[in-house]
């Protein structure tokens, strides 16, 4: 029933989807169909829906409701998700695949608090009805806002009557892509295809120039070479060469051949596209064997200074990708091989999920792939990395011991190879947690030496400035990692560092706002809790910062002042700053 205090009415695009045979998929599997569908959501659904800034409404059963303000930024999405579908399904058989239906319109609605109502999301949910599975239909008048603004084709189904729609509504389907039809057919080429390396490979082509001004063309080509030198310093990805990928310039290629002829599994791609003194950069990643798109992102900037901006551009490029191709291999690549890579893919890949489930399994997968190669570096150093942070989210009573072990870890895989930027960062997060804030930045800025892309390293040396008492250091080593890697898994963590770094500089309020973004994307995260509180508190928002106590005892039923003491903070002024908070607040002894 509508509360009529909160009702207000407003325009907005609606997207409605739902899943494909869902009670079929429950029944054949149905905690293993709900663990995939979480996975979904946590992986690939909510960082696309926060990236085109969505709102969820609500989720019924197997279907799910987003409020989007722009109906651009709602195509977009959905097929950004309806691709990272087929990329998550490609090789699974296809009674375990789960596909969305997606529907999308734009009119009036009515909200109800939390909920909306109305035509035009009674039209989208009928519209949902009439994709095809991993299809997505649309209004015709969603279709006259974005067909001259997006990259997409479109069909025209016609006039549709629409159930319990008074009049009848043009409806647009998305068309399927060739790609996408012609995944999975092997051809002779490609059974002659050249055996992938054992690290991730990729190639990155010539960006091209969309601007028609020929004087861009050098910023492109010089973009793709930076990018090209970034990813080579990445010691996990085998990169082809600027001379071979500069072949393909100017042809109309087909990424399969670029993979069978260059022998890698992925291959970066991207535009150039200059108005004015504005500039739009975009980049795709898409995998080879089946010509599915993992990853796209597009970039505005202004041309203040185009060493800065190229500069910047190829910061955010090599972070985001290096992470994918992570999240992809052990997706998909890690089950394929039983040796030591493929084991660590699996772990890199559940160590992103940062449950203590998921860091557990990690934890037993990187000790396997220890016992199949004593001396692997990196499997000492994933190794490192889940223990650390399993006990960093568990708060077991012996969490110090474990981070020293983790230490220790870090220690012999540098040991065995000082050039790999993972080891460095894995040693700074132990020297972290241990209060060795000085170890810890050094560990951090060698990390970069080797790779100053590396957005992890850039992140994580912006949390220990915080704790060292460098609030200003640790915002702008912050804000660097989240500009160059938005939709890292772990930015809760960067979320957290900025509210400590605010929390130490006194600004509450601020440190406020960023640990209510930390909790928000992970309540499991106990430090984000504590600064939330504490910083309600000291800005004298006392009726909120008690309601936060309960939400992290609920979450924490064994929480208690003591909790702070788990914070490496390097003076204990700002330790005392914490449970003055705390005390006020309540938080037990």
Known sequence: MLNDASVERRLAAILAADVVGYSRLMGLDEVGTLRRLKAIRRELADPAIAAHHGRVVKTIGDGILIEFPSVVD?????????DGMLARNVELPEEKQIVFRIGI???DIIIDEADIHGEGVNVAARLEGLAQPGGVCISGAVHDQVHRKLDVDFEDMGEQALKNIARPVRVYRIAKKT??????????????????????SIAVLPFQNMSGDPEQEYFADGLTEDIITAL????????????????????????KQVGRELGVRYVLEGSVRRAGNRIRITGQLIDT???????AEKYDRELTDIFDVQDEITRAVAASVQMQVELFEGDVVGRERIDVWGVLKRALRRIYDLDVVALEEARQLAEEALRLDQGSARAHAVLSVAVE????????????QEVARARDLALKAISLDDTDEYSHWA????????????????????????NPNYALAHGCLGSVLAYAGEPEASIQATQVAIRSNPRDPSIFFRHSGLAMAHFIAGNFNVAVEWAQKSVNRKKEWYRAHLLLIAGLAHSGRLDEARSAVGAYLATFPNGSLR???????????????????????GLPE
């Open 74 to 82: 709602a195509v977009a999405c959905a097929v950004e998700i309806q």
């Open 105 to 107: 319109n734009i009119g």
């Open 179 to 200: 790609h996408e039809i012609e995944a999975g057919r092997p051809n002779a080429a490609e059974r002659r295809a050249l055996p992938l390396p054992d690290k991730p």
């Open 232 to 255: 080579s310093r990445i010691h996990s990805i085998f990169v082809i060469a600027r001379n071979s990928t500069f072949t393909y310039k100017g042809r109309h290629i087909d990424v």
């Open 289 to 295: 064997g089946t010509g599915h798109h993992i990853w």
């Open 389 to 400: 942070h399993l006990a960093e989210m568990r708060g077991s009573p012996n969490a110090r």
């Open 427 to 450: 040693l700074g997060n132990a020297w972290t947690e241990l209060g060795e804030s000085d170890r810890a930045i050094a560990a951090f800025r060698r990390a970069l030496e080797l």
């Open 563 to 585: 909790d702070a003491d788990r914070t490496p903070f390097k003076f204990a002024a700002h330790r005392e700053t914490l449970l003055v908070g705390l005390r006020t607040a």
